[in-house]
């Protein structure tokens, strides 16, 4: 496990049960079992894993919400399970539900928010930058899920924390209000802010988070970098790099005659009319007998796509392709 | 959203993150939780409303008639013991339950302000919808030639404020154990029945036997007693002190032991 320099937050062997619970006989059940991780300053770090996987827990665990069972947490250098308002106005956090009263207006809120802290960050740049000037006169309970998630975003910083928990930060987010949010994110980890988000979704993690640990059933399965974890597994099967390569041209080609141009190994079939796959250990040598074929044939493909393995495979592979 | 704003935000925060001084924090939560309370008209209708219609009501008719002092004046105490029961408990207890579901509760508590400084603030907002209440009411029952005996305001007040403090004890166990569509018909519900036949206006004399007896022993009664005996004689009713403190120390310690914070 890596150990920044300066961990914002540290989690070891964190172990959360919940219960006791009428569905299992009046049984305790472990939701967290043993998750460790580190976060460090001006910092993307991402817990990517399946709903239900504890993720949420973990981050309720570091922010004091919840009492753990077992294991050891230190925020900013403190246990928040001890902590007092002098931790708690240096880590912002950005609920799941969001967390605000739907009778309320934005500004009002984020005016009450900025008033619990000594130096709150201007509420006019936030509000302009977050593009919330735009819907400030309406009630909570009218705005959209964007609209939500960014005033809840705004609330999360008002208090200018050193440390960011934002728990599913691009639910129910459109497109814009995706590029806002991740833009801001990028930009606070750059002035040094260390971040810790959990998602569901691949792309998240592929776009904002500088190193991800995944989580399943409970506890760490596999943490990197995003490129570590491409790599993990790339070469896993005996050495070799799966490819697709897919391209759409008129259906009912003679396969038979593409046949001899490529290795064997390789797999080309025509998955639904006029939309072709070729699947194996491509090398650059097979596109440029692939590409010969189409001269010959007198094909020009209307679309061409090269996949190598996703953020999603690696994830499959290690947490299981099993439906929960 | 412009492009120039966007370096001033990582930059206009160039001072360390504190909190807010105690006192300041938990002042402001109480002023925001006691204008959500005024701006809501439910709110408004079960805190003044209907107190002042119960007033009218017991001023007209011969209900507290030969009890051995003008209705008026055995009615008012009696009123503002049932606004303390709205706003503590009925009011309270349903914008807690909301407010929990909403994960509002939540997320206030990972604010500077935290658990002990929202229900401080809550309690702020109590006290504060409490004397707007008093002042409604008291202005109204003046009108109406409430003479209360001048010796009757401080063991009132301080009887007014413990009541406060049960029924808000009360409001905050039900509101932090179960959903909140059942904390709104739980704390509705007990408002009219306490209300009605728990001694809080009606002197526990006036009610049916069974109601009578038990009335004694419910914080609606205890209060409304109490209330009767300070504004009415000047004197600190020791027996409804009791009942009401154990009404406060027994849903307070359960509150502390069961509240659910989601």
């Given at each position: 496990?890596?150990?920044?320099?300066?961990?914002?937050?540290?989690?070891?062997?964190?172990?959360?049960?919940?219960?006791?619970?009428?569905?299992?006989d009046g049984k305790m059940l472990r939701v967290?079992?043993?998750?460790?991780?580190?976060?460090?300053?001006?910092?993307?770090?991402?817990?990517?894993?399946?709903?239900?996987?504890?993720?949420?827990?973990?981050?309720?665990?570091?922010?004091?919400?919840?009492?753990?069972?077992?294991?050891?947490?230190?925020?900013?250098?403190?246990?928040?399970?001890?902590?007092?308002?002098?931790?708690?106005?240096?880590?912002?956090?950005?609920?799941?539900?969001?967390?605000?009263?739907?009778?309320?207006?934005?500004?009002?809120?984020?005016?009450?928010?900025?008033?619990?802290?000594?130096n709150p960050l201007p509420i006019d740049t936030?509000?302009?930058?977050?593009?919330?000037?735009?819907?400030?006169?309406?009630?909570?309970?009218?705005?959209?899920?964007?609209?939500?998630?960014?005033?809840?975003?705004?609330?999360?910083?008002?208090?200018?924390?050193?440390?960011?928990?934002?728990?599913?930060?691009?639910?129910?987010?459109?497109?814009?209000?995706?590029?806002?949010?991740?833009?801001?994110?990028?930009?606070?980890?750059?002035?040094?802010?260390?971040?810790?988000?959990?998602?569901?979704?691949?792309?998240?993690?592929?776009?904002?988070?500088?190193?991800?640990?995944?989580?399943?059933?409970?506890?760490?399965?596999?943490?990197?970098?995003?490129?570590?974890?491409?790599?993990?597994?790339?070469?896993?099967?005996?050495?070799?790099?799966?490819?697709?390569?897919?391209?759409?041209?008129?259906?009912?080609?003679?396969?038979?005659?593409?046949?001899?141009?490529?290795?064997?190994?390789?797999?080309?079939?025509?998955?639904?009319?006029?939309?072709?796959?070729?699947?194996?250990?491509?090398?650059p040598e097979h596109l440029a007998r692939l590409?010969?074929?189409?001269?010959?044939?007198?094909?020009?493909?209307?679309?061409?796509?090269?996949?190598?393995?996703?953020?999603?495979?690696?994830?499959?592979?290690?947490?299981?392709?099993?439906?929960? | 959203?412009?492009?120039?704003?966007?370096?001033?935000?990582?930059?206009?925060?160039?001072?360390?993150?504190?909190?807010?001084?105690?006192?300041?924090?938990?002042?402001?939560?109480?002023?925001?939780?006691?204008?959500?309370?005024?701006?809501?008209?439910?709110?408004?209708?079960?805190?003044?409303?209907?107190?002042?219609?119960?007033?009218?009501?017991?001023?007209?008719?011969?209900?507290?008639?030969?009890?051995?002092?003008?209705?008026?004046?055995?009615?008012?105490?009696?009123?503002?013991?049932?606004?303390?029961?709205?706003?503590?408990?009925?009011?309270?207890?349903?914008?807690?339950?909301?407010?929990?579901?909403?994960?509002?509760?939540?997320?206030?508590?990972?604010?500077?302000?935290?658990?002990?400084?929202?229900?401080?603030?809550?309690?702020?907002?109590?006290?504060?919808?409490?004397?707007?209440?008093?002042?409604?009411?008291?202005?109204?029952?003046?009108?109406?030639?409430?003479?209360?005996?001048?010796?009757?305001?401080?063991?009132?007040?301080?009887?007014?404020?413990?009541?406060?403090?049960?029924?808000?004890?009360?409001?905050?166990?039900?509101?932090?154990?179960?959903?909140?569509?059942?904390?709104?018909?739980?704390?509705?519900?007990?408002?009219?029945?306490?209300?009605?036949?728990?001694?809080?206006?009606?002197?526990?004399?006036?009610?049916?036997?069974?109601?009578?007896?038990?009335?004694?022993?419910?914080?609606?009664?205890?209060?409304?007693?109490?209330?009767?005996?300070?504004?009415?004689?000047?004197?600190?009713?020791?027996?409804?002190?009791?009942?009401?403190?154990?009404?406060?120390?027994?849903?307070?310690?359960?509150?502390?032991?069961?509240?659910?914070?989601?």
């Amino acid at each position: 496990m890596r150990s920044p320099e300066s961990p914002v937050l540290s989690i070891e062997g964190l172990i959360k049960d919940v219960g006791p619970l009428a569905a299992l006989d009046g049984k305790m059940l472990r939701v967290v079992n043993g998750v460790s991780l580190h976060a460090g300053r001006g910092q993307v770090t991402a817990l990517l894993g399946a709903n239900g996987a504890g993720k949420t827990t973990t981050l309720e665990c570091a922010q004091g919400l919840q009492k753990r069972s077992g294991g050891s947490i230190r925020l900013l250098g403190e246990d928040p399970d001890l902590a007092g308002a002098a931790l708690r106005a240096r880590v912002g956090v950005m609920l799941q539900d969001g967390g605000l009263p739907p009778s309320a207006r934005p500004l009002p809120l984020l005016r009450h928010i900025a008033g619990m802290y000594a130096n709150p960050l201007p509420i006019d740049t936030l509000v302009e930058r977050l593009g919330i000037d735009l819907f400030s006169r309406s009630s909570v309970r009218r705005l959209s899920g964007g609209q939500k998630q960014r005033l809840a975003l705004a609330a999360a910083l008002v208090g200018n924390p050193e440390v960011l928990f934002l728990d599913e930060p691009s639910a129910g987010l459109d497109p814009q209000s995706r590029q806002i949010v991740f833009e801001l994110i990028a930009e606070l980890r750059d002035s040094g802010m260390g971040i810790i988000l959990t998602t569901h979704l691949m792309d998240d993690a592929q776009r904002l988070a500088d190193y991800v640990y995944i989580i399943d059933g409970g506890h760490n399965v596999a943490e990197g970098t995003v490129a570590e974890l491409l790599q993990h597994g790339e070469s896993g099967k005996d050495g070799i790099t799966e490819r697709t390569l897919s391209f759409d041209a008129p259906s009912g080609l003679d396969l038979r005659t593409a046949l001899g141009a490529l290795a064997e190994g390789l797999v080309l079939s025509e998955d639904r009319a006029g939309s072709y796959t070729v699947t194996g250990a491509l090398a650059p040598e097979h596109l440029a007998r692939l590409t010969a074929w189409w001269a010959e044939q007198g094909i020009m493909p209307a679309s061409l796509r090269l996949e190598a393995r996703s953020l999603e495979d690696v994830f499959l592979d290690i947490s299981g392709r099993d439906i929960r | 959203m412009s492009n120039s704003s966007a370096a001033d935000l990582a930059s206009a925060g160039s001072a360390p993150s504190a909190p807010a001084p105690l006192f300041r924090r938990i002042l402001l939560q109480g002023k925001y939780e006691t204008l959500a309370m005024i701006r809501n008209g439910e709110q408004l209708i079960l805190a003044v409303i209907l107190p002042l219609l119960a007033l009218f009501g017991l001023t007209v008719t011969p209900l507290l008639d030969g009890l051995g002092a003008p209705r008026v004046d055995i009615a008012v105490p009696g009123i503002l013991a049932l606004c303390a029961m709205s706003t503590a408990f009925t009011g309270q207890g349903i914008a807690t339950g909301f407010d929990r579901r909403y994960g509002v509760l939540r997320f206030l508590s990972t604010t500077p302000l935290g658990r002990t400084g929202l229900i401080a603030g809550k309690i702020l907002a109590v006290l504060a919808v409490l004397a707007l209440q008093l002042a409604v009411v008291g202005a109204v029952a003046a009108v109406l030639g409430w003479r209360p005996d001048p010796g009757g305001w401080l063991p009132g007040l301080a009887m007014l404020v413990l009541g406060a403090a049960a029924f808000t004890a009360l409001g905050l166990l039900v509101a932090g154990t179960v959903r909140p569509e059942a904390t709104l018909a739980i704390t509705n519900l007990l408002w009219i029945l306490l209300g009605a036949l728990g001694g809080i206006v009606v002197p526990a004399v006036r009610l049916p036997a069974v109601a009578s007896d038990l009335a004694h022993f419910l914080p609606s009664g205890a209060l409304g007693e109490a209330m009767r005996e300070a504004f009415l004689h000047g004197t600190f009713a020791l027996p409804q002190l009791s009942v009401l403190l154990l009404w406060t120390v027994v849903p307070g310690a359960a509150a502390v032991r069961w509240f659910k914070w989601n």
